[in-house]
């Protein structure tokens, strides 16, 4: 059986700074999973700003080279994709939501030329009509309609419902996996949950996989069917997310539990708690423990 996807060892190194104060930055080490084709989850990677969830997703996605291991999608590695019909096949059935519509979408736009374009470039959409009946259909998918959104502007839209119209983007190749980055870190609080709920629904109707990024364990708690922690670039505590939600192992997994619970701000990306010690100690020791299995199907890093 083929996986989905398959992360295997995946290590990126970042050097930054000038030529006198020139530092190695440990992005991601040593990151393994894989997905399977036969059973859609939602696979959640969560962990605070900087712990190497953006550039994990990044070397998934394909736009940023891994300086070290393999990444196979439907056993096909990136190197199998240098030519322009590999990478239009991969991107039909890996599509991105990221973290800012606003960003996403140019302000000067209207926001449908984005799709309709999605629909020429990886639903073969030849005419206008087969490439609106296909942007209508998906934005049908995420609760909108084509009357909704045709000739509006990005700014016309709240955040939630761009964020919407991201997803509907995403929808239209019938993609087999969505690696959505943060997407609803931008999204108004009382609207976060109908956008975490419609990933859901997707995986669920659809049948497609998720990868949801996140710092925010309450969205985390209520979708993920398996959890990967990341601290400091490492892979800390994966596994099912009742278990690990329900007792969490690492000392950061249990911090980030004990955090989310305690702090005001959590949402914000910036856990402030009480007393890091532990988990830092836990963290200066990766670089020599490994990941272990427990009889509840998770690894830890012990
Ligand atoms: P997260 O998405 O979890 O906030 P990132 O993957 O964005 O984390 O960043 C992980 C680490 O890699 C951080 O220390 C960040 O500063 C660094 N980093 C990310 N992208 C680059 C880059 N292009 N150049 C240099 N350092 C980077
Ligand atoms: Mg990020």
């Given at each position: ?55 994990l997703a990044r070397m998934i996605l394909g736009l940023e ?238």
């Amino acid at each position: 059986m083929t996986a989905l996807l398959d992360v295997s060892h995946v290590s990126k190194q970042f050097v930054v700074g000038g030529r006198l104060s020139r530092r190695r930055v440990d992005a991601v080490v040593d990151a393994s999973f894989s997905l399977s084709a036969d059973a859609p989850e939602i696979f959640t990677i969560i962990g605070e700003s900087g712990s190497g969830k953006t550039t994990l997703a990044r070397m998934i996605l394909g736009l940023e080279p891994a300086s070290s291991g393999d990444i196979h999608f439907e056993g096909r590695s990136s190197g199998e994709r240098r030519r322009r019909r590999a990478r239009l096949d991969f991107m039909r059935r890996v599509q991105p939501v990221f973290q800012n519509p606003f960003e996403t979408f140019n302000p000067l736009k209207h926001v449908d030329r984005y799709l309709y374009s999605t629909a020429r470039t990886l639903a073969g959409a030849t005419s206008r009509a087969a490439a609106a009946a296909a942007v209508d259909a998906s934005l049908q998918k995420v609760g909108l309609s084509l009357d909704e959104v045709a000739g509006r502007y990005a700014h016309e839209l709240s955040g939630g419902q761009l964020q919407r119209v991201a997803i509907a983007r995403a929808l239209i190749p019938d993609p087999a996996l969505i690696i959505a980055d943060e997407p609803v870190s931008m999204v108004d609080a009382s609207l976060r949950m109908s956008i975490v709920n419609l990933l859901r629904d997707l995986r669920d109707t659809l049948g497609v996989s998720v990868i949801y990024i996140t710092h925010d364990l309450a969205t985390a708690y209520y979708i993920s069917d398996r959890l990967a922690i990341m601290q400091q670039g490492y892979v800390v505590e994966m596994g099912p997310a009742r278990a690990i939600l329900d007792a969490p192992e690492h000392p950061y997994s249990q911090l980030l539990k004990e955090s989310v619970l305690s702090v005001d701000d959590a949402g914000l990306g910036h856990l402030v708690p009480a007393d890091r010690s532990a988990a830092i100690a836990a963290l200066e020791a990766a670089a020599t423990t490994s990941l272990q299995e427990r009889p509840d199907g998770r690894v830890v890093r012990a």
